[in-house]
């Protein structure tokens, strides 16, 4: 007389589960595209650094202009990826929010089942007993009518 527990939103809890999955891809792929873009500014960062450390006395002018065109083009580049950063920034923010809801409706439902399981196995225990005492009040009355 072994129940099983059947819990009715199996496939809605499965069907979260996949959510939170899918939320949780997504924001691990906008986070490596974030450390990426670090990088990238890190490089340039190191690029200028050793522009700058370059000399530029005892050049021709032609050289001096391609020298600071150059240094004008990598700050640029900087900005360009410091803004892209920023995007990439409140993008991750939305991924994470939406990876935190995925996961607190997740954690509802799997709390929603313990429950349910709680319940089911004190309901069927609560069963088992009173077989038991029904069993036990027989054998007392058969005891009783026996004597």
Known sequence: M????NF??????????????????ELQLIIRKRIEKEQLIEEQFAKLAKHNLTR?????LEEIQAFYYHKEFINEEIKKLKMELDNLLDIENLKRNKYNEALKEEKILLKLKEKKKSEFIADIERKEQLELDEIAIRQYTNKLTNV
């Not at 072994?2 to 527990?5: D, E, H, V």
């Not at 530029?56 to 021709?60: D, G, I, L, M, R």
């Open 8 to 25: 009715k939103l199996d496939t809605v809890l499965r069907l979260r589960s996949d959510k939170t999955e899918e939320a949780k891809t």
């Open 2 to 5: 072994a129940k099983k527990f």
């Open 56 to 60: 530029t006395e005892h050049k021709k």
